[in-house]
């Protein structure tokens, strides 16, 4: 069997850890107000990508 890493080859950045380990930690919703290329949409797609992985659905970016 294929091990596959998601996210690939992306680190969140230092700004953005807070967002990511609640939502690694089974947070439902959030809201990122950051500055112009702060990345979020990185941080967002990085995320469905996990979610998916975890549970079938309809994911909408």
Do not use: C
């Not at 439902?28 to 107000?33: E, G, I, L, P, S």
């Not at 500055?35 to 996990?50: C, M, Y």
């Amino acid at each position: 069997m294929v091990n596959i890493k998601i996210p690939y080859k992306w680190q969140p950045r230092k700004y953005q850890l807070d967002l990511w380990r609640y939502l690694e930690n089974g947070g439902k919703r959030a809201v990122a107000v950051w500055h112009r290329r702060a990345g979020k949409d990185s941080l967002s797609l990085n995320w469905t990508a996990v979610a998916a992985m975890r549970r079938v659905g309809v994911y909408w970016h």
